[in-house]
């Protein structure tokens, strides 16, 4: 198969855009959840600007298994060096974060932010549900998911490339599955919330490994016209579901909507 490096460029700078605007909407939920800012006649769709986390971890996925598709991470140095790089990226940044909230907003004591130093430094804060709303966590959860979904990437690659389409296809529907009906439990026996659990995004983030992957590609979901009507259905289902306060809080949920419009948004 030949691969055109000037599409794929193109490509990958139009999912980064949609990335930035990911987390653009989640930056504008957090600002209506803690700052009550109100956006108008979109104020309601904003509200639940949290379901586009899901957005943010199937694009990260995919956008990686784009830069990464023509090179084996199986090779201790080429091991080596993507891990170092993703680390790079992300761990220095983070650290200034932590530490200027610890010590500026902080009201952890010192001993138990002595405790939670390793938990932090590894970035394993996700592992834990319940250190969520502790320290600067509520905030910085999604960097230990993403770190955890690094992790994994090179195997997550690895399955894609050998599997068939057919069968990439198959899992690609266990993974939606699994996101649809877990939220279902949550709300059944209202058990702790898995909005920042890893495993849970670890699966957005191979969904959108396993479209990046698929050799199948359909051209008139590439369309302006189509795109447009995928944002429509999305703003018009989450507007009309925080009017009702349908679930409101149970973000995952939305994962029914989310994971199917924005899967065709990648493909």
């Known amino acids: 198969m030949i691969i055109d490096k000037n599409k794929m460029s193109q490509r990958a700078a139009g999912l980064d855009l949609f990335r930035v605007v990911a ?12 700052h009550e800012c109100n956006f108008g006649p979109l104020t309601g769709f904003v509200s639940m600007g949290a379901v ?10 995919y956008v990686l298994y784009m830069t990464y598709r023509e090179k084996s991470l199986v090779q201790i140095l080429p091991l080596k060096n993507f891990y170092l790089k993703r680390l790079i990226g992300i761990l220095p940044l983070y650290y200034l ?15 138990q932010n002595i405790v939670l130093l390793p ?13 969520f709303n502790i320290s600067h966590n509520s905030g910085t959860w999604f960097i230990s998911c993403l770190l955890i979904a690094y992790l994994f990437f090179p195997l997550m690659q690895e399955v894609a490339k050998q599997l ?12 939606a599955l699994v996101l649809f009906w877990s939220p279902l439990v949550v709300h059944s026996f209202a ?11 670890g699966l957005e983030f191979f969904i ?6 698929l050799s199948v590609r359909l051209e008139f979901l590439k369309t302006w016209k189509f795109f447009v009507i995928e944002v429509l259905v999305l703003v018009a289902v989450i507007s009309a579901a925080a009017r009702l306060n349908l679930f409101v809080g149970n973000y995952m949920l939305y994962d029914v909507v989310a994971v199917p419009l924005f899967a065709c948004m990648n493909v």
Not at 191 to 201: E, G, K, L, M, V
């Open 208 to 213: 959108g490994v396993l479209l990046c992957s």
């Open 23 to 34: 987390a653009l909407m989640v930056l504008l939920f957090h600002c209506h959840i803690h």
């Open 119 to 131: 938990i932090e430094l590894l970035g394993l804060q996700s592992v834990f549900s319940s250190l």
């Open 191 to 201: 058990t702790d919330s898995i909005y920042a659990n890893p495993f849970f995004r």
């Open 97 to 111: 974060v932590s530490v200027i909230y610890v010590v500026s907003l902080g009201t952890e004591s010192l001993l």
């Open 52 to 61: 586009f986390m899901t957005a943010f971890f199937m694009l990260s996925g």
């Open 164 to 175: 068939a389409t057919r069968a990439k296809i198959l899992l690609f529907v266990a993974c």
